[in-house]
């Protein structure tokens, strides 16, 4: 785990009357975003009433300015671009609470051994914490030991010999073997390896062309007939200035990535297999390339359990490896043509059919161009079957292990809103790209290795305390479940944010905060790791408490800038572009008062240039679908904006490829 900073609350709340209702700004601050009239007549434009506050120049100037130097010093009067702005009737207030109250855990440590517990772990009766090095326990009897739960106060009685007592702060307790795995799951074949499923787009827009600079000789240039043409002149035309131009496909440039990758995968992981399934108006299942492929069409594509049950049917055209098959699956996918509609959702669950054959840690790879329109899944009514189909389709891959991921090129639309779900469940990645960036989408995405299935984090703190914003994710005030999927090596991070309960819940619950002086958290991670067993990883920490931010010491700038980046994200996916702006914009106040150090200047100035991007396509977004509500808003959600919100939502600390990525 790592703390922005230490606990911060009022312990003098608990034995005074309840707070008036001016709260200092270190307790919570409330972001007024006011408007001022404009003089230039602009179109009229049905208000939001959830967005009708909002000033789009105050916004956009708080996030892409430069300005100041980190100080702590807000320069509320200085110099604001000008930009049409949404008239509202009248200032609203979004409140947040703006401290170092701030959590992140971090899953690429799933990837480093621990120590390896002995014995099974033991639970509290009464909240489920597991254990800890930092439990005390009082002998009663040669049998019987009393330990009273620090997060709870329940007494339970245990019996715990002396090499059980947790020496660490994280250790792995074995929940299954491998071997146990493999027997509990019977429909792992033997000797299966991981699985790659490339599931392709052919449907008619992928012959869009683009031109690019210079001749490039594409092996799978299409040979065009031209009939009774044949004595024409073949030599190449060229439009005036265009002769040192290549007009490429958007198929094309798919053919050539994925050609790349085989001949890769051949060399690198030559035991590894390797499939292909195609879709346009129907859905092809070529697998390894080695045999007839086998199609999905007509009324079969309307029946999830169908499309599912030929996917698992056909496993056994997945049994060669990639460096026996590399050569027959090339010459199938040389050999592919554009043409149809778009048949995605049939597609996407075959594909996930056949990965079931592999081991945990296999592979879906999806890469379109448009709007799944044809058979179950289809994205054009905006159906609430839709939605039930990609989250089961996302269920599945989840118990399986396999991780689902979206590449789209740009150009068309295909509700990333909804595909990004699935990706989001299972682990996978989500990128919108040019077309002339295809192979190292593919690439990037194939060279990290999964290092964890079926993740899963519970967290747990202390009853007097609770999490906030997280109601997508608690499972009672004090515990927090995240089903994660897979795990990359590259890691995976989330955040979270706590306060201390009401005064009358405290009350309630005869706690008196003057008594704690440390808070404990606690995070139990289920996961299967590569050799196939079942663990669950137990982090415990305590961190300091305190009842003045001034006390804070170094602020962890980083865990708060990702922090600002998922929550936007979080609430931009839901529609909720105003108070996402609104969320940017109070924790970068927060962090230039509290940098002090260079680095802490570089971590705000990142934070800045990163959300300062994403700000303007909410801008953008949020002046032209002003008057939706927030359903309605993703409902029509632009593959832009979601490919941004999804991207924000994995903001991590370390790697900072990606534009959102902290």
């Not at 892409?64 to 049409?84: A, F, K, L, Q, Y």
């Not at 009685?157 to 799951?185: C, F, H, T, W």
């Not at 779900?421 to 290795?449: D, H, Q, S, W, Y």
Request: aromatic letters at 6%.
């Amino acid at each position: 785990m790592n703390f922005a900073g230490k606990a911060y609350i009022k312990k003098k709340q608990v034995i005074l009357p309840p707070m008036p209702k001016k709260i200092e700004e270190e307790v919570k601050e409330e972001v007024k975003i006011e408007t001022k009239p404009i003089s230039q007549p602009i179109p009229t434009i049905k208000r939001n009433r959830s967005f009708e506050a909002l000033s789009i120049s105050s916004l956009n100037h708080s996030l892409n300015s430069d300005s100041g130097s980190g100080s702590g010093i807000e320069d509320e009067d200085e110099e604001r671009d000008e930009v049409p702005e949404i008239p509202p009737p009248a200032s609203k207030k979004i409140e947040m609470r703006i401290d170092t109250n701030v959590v992140s855990i971090e899953l690429s440590s799933l990837k480093t051994a621990v120590i390896m517990a002995t014995g099974d772990p033991v639970f509290c009766e009464q909240c489920k914490i597991a254990f800890n090095m930092y439990s005390r326990i009082s002998e009663i009897d040669e049998f019987k030991q009393l330990w009273k739960c620090e997060f709870c106060g329940w007494e339970n009685y245990v019996n715990i010999d002396a090499e059980e007592i947790p020496r660490g702060d994280m250790l792995d307790y074995m929940l299954m073997s491998s071997q146990q795995v493999v027997e509990e799951k019977k429909d792992i074949v033997t000797g299966a390896g991981i699985t790659v499923v490339f599931c392709i787009d052919i449907s008619g827009s992928m012959c869009v062309t683009e031109p690019v600079t210079g001749k490039i000789h594409l092996k799978n240039k299409k040979v065009v007939d031209l009939g009774g043409f044949e004595d024409f002149d073949m030599e190449e035309q060229f439009l005036e200035g265009d002769d040192c131009v290549t007009y490429v496909s958007r198929l094309e440039c798919v053919q050539a990535a994925i050609e790349a990758q085989l001949q890769t995968l051949a060399q690198v992981c030559p035991t590894q297999k390797i499939g292909l399934v195609t879709f346009n108006s129907e859905v092809t299942i070529h697998g390894d390339g080695s045999g007839d492929p086998v199609i999905i069409a007509g009324n079969k594509m309307n029946s999830f359990e169908n499309c599912y049950e030929i996917g698992v049917a056909n496993q056994h055209k997945m049994n060669n490896t990639i460096k026996d098959t590399k050569e027959g699956l090339i010459k199938k996918l040389m050999n592919l043509n554009e043409t149809g509609p778009t048949a995605l959702g049939p597609a996407l669950i075959s594909s996930v059919g056949i990965a079931s054959e592999g081991l945990p840690g296999s592979r879906v790879i999806i890469c379109t161009d448009g709007l799944a329109n044809v058979g179950i899944g289809r994205l054009d009514d905006n159906s609430e079957e839709a939605e039930d189909f990609y989250s089961r389709v996302a269920n599945i891959a989840k118990d399986k292990g396999i991780e689902i991921s979206v590449i789209s090129i740009e150009g068309e639309e295909c509700k990333l809103s909804k595909l990004s779900k699935v990706c989001e469940i299972t682990g996978g990645e989500v990128t919108r790209v040019n077309m002339m960036n295809i192979a190292n989408e593919f690439a990037n995405i194939l060279e990290t290795p999964v290092i964890a299935t079926q993740v899963s984090v519970v967290v747990k703190i202390h009853k007097g305390f609770c999490f906030r914003y997280q109601d997508d994710y608690l499972v009672d005030v004090n515990t927090l479940k995240r089903e994660l999927g897979n795990v990359s090596e590259d890691g995976s991070e989330f955040t979270f944010e706590y306060s201390v309960r009401s005064q009358a819940e405290l009350e309630s619950l005869n706690i008196d905060l003057t008594e704690v002086t440390n808070l404990p958290f606690q995070s139990q991670i289920h996961y299967t790791n590569t050799s196939g067993m079942r663990c669950m990883r137990v982090i415990t920490a305590l961190q300091e408490i305190i009842d003045d931010l001034s006390k804070a010491g170094n602020i962890n700038l980083k865990v708060i800038g990702v922090n600002a980046a998922q929550r936007s994200a979080h609430l931009a996916s839901k529609g909720e572009y105003r108070e996402s702006q609104a969320v940017m914009r109070s924790w970068k106040r927060m962090m230039k008062r509290n940098a002090h150090s260079e680095e802490q200047k570089d971590d705000v100035n990142y934070y800045l240039h990163n959300m300062a991007m994403f700000n303007q396509d909410l801008n953008d977004v949020a002046f032209k679908e002003a008057g939706m509500e927030s359903a309605e808003r993703v409902s029509s959600q632009n593959d832009k904006i979601s490919h941004m919100a999804f991207r924000a939502k994995k903001a991590r600390k370390e790697n900072k490829k990606d534009c959102v990525i902290m």
